[in-house]
């Protein structure tokens, strides 16, 4: 019953999440529930539903909550990860400069650890899911035109396509998107004749299935890398 009434809550919008967040807090409270029908990844999906409905803070509560569990290594672990790095992005969001950085990189590296325990087990449906969730926190940070920054998110994302090959991910375009964004951070952080190598040996055979409009972007990024190193 009370699994039901929790998922009715959470198709309800803002007040249902927010309702479904304190139905199971007077669960636990009143301990009415048995354990059968309050399984840990019901805070959880509260918070999933609590972040694509713009309270992050609704969403920290529940994560933290399924945290304390001590939940099993599995693919609830590495969504609760995926959370909680969408959590900390939302927290950065009023930060500037080198102090939005390094939170912003923090909340890179929770995804990274729910990459690495998806990628490591039965759960490599979810590295595409988590490279999405990563590149969506990561990339406000190539508006700092920083050296430094582009230094930080090439090292993210070399990992991130990494364990997008490991579990061979069959999104070719997804693939050579993150591709050029790796060669374009290269390029920001001073490395531009590495981000041409890197193109050449890595993005020619991702583009043979790529739409046409992937295509010309990484015609244009290498023409522009070549014209660089040449002047």
């Given at each position: 019953?009370?699994?039901?009434?929790?998922?009715?809550?959470?198709?309800?919008?803002?007040?249902?999440?927010?309702?479904?967040?304190?139905?199971?807090?007077?669960?636990?409270?009143?301990?009415?529930?048995?354990?059968?029908?309050?399984?840990?990844?019901?805070?959880?999906?509260?918070?999933?539903?609590?972040?694509?409905?713009?309270?992050p803070e609704l969403a920290r509560a529940s994560v933290d909550k399924f945290l304390g569990t001590r939940p099993a290594q599995n693919q609830f672990l590495a969504r609760a990860y995926?959370?909680?790095?969408?959590?900390?992005?939302?927290?950065?969001?009023g930060l500037r400069g080198?102090?939005?950085?390094?939170?912003?990189?923090?909340?890179?590296a929770q995804v990274?650890?729910?990459?690495?325990?998806?990628?490591?087990?039965?759960?490599?449906?979810?590295?595409?899911?988590?490279?999405?969730?990563?590149w969506s926190i990561a990339?406000?940070?190539?508006?700092?035109?920083?050296?430094?920054?582009?230094?930080?998110?090439?090292?993210?994302?070399?990992r991130t396509l990494s364990a997008l090959g490991a579990v061979g991910e069959t999104d070719a375009s997804w693939r050579l998107h993150l591709t050029m964004e790796l060669a374009r951070c290269l390029e920001m952080a001073g490395r531009g004749k590495?981000?041409?190598?890197?193109?050449?040996?890595d993005a020619s055979p991702l583009a043979a299935d790529a739409p046409p409009r992937l295509k010309l972007q990484l015609c244009a990024l290498q023409a522009r890398l070549l014209a660089e190193d040449s002047a």
């Open positions: 019953m009370l699994q039901r009434g929790l998922t009715s809550l959470l198709g309800e919008g803002v007040v249902g999440i927010e309702a479904a967040a304190a139905l199971l807090d007077r669960a636990e409270h009143s301990h009415s529930a048995k354990p059968e029908a309050l399984p840990p990844e019901a805070r959880l999906l509260v918070a999933e539903r609590c972040l694509d409905a713009g309270r995926f959370v909680v790095g969408r959590v900390l992005a939302a927290e950065a969001g080198s102090d939005r950085r390094t939170a912003v990189l923090a909340a890179v990274e650890r729910g990459i690495a325990l998806a990628g490591g087990g039965k759960y490599s449906f979810l590295v595409h899911n988590g490279s999405v969730v990563l990339r406000p940070l190539l508006s700092q035109r920083s050296a430094d920054a582009a230094s930080s998110l090439a090292e993210v994302l070399e590495e981000a041409a190598a890197m193109l050449a040996k």
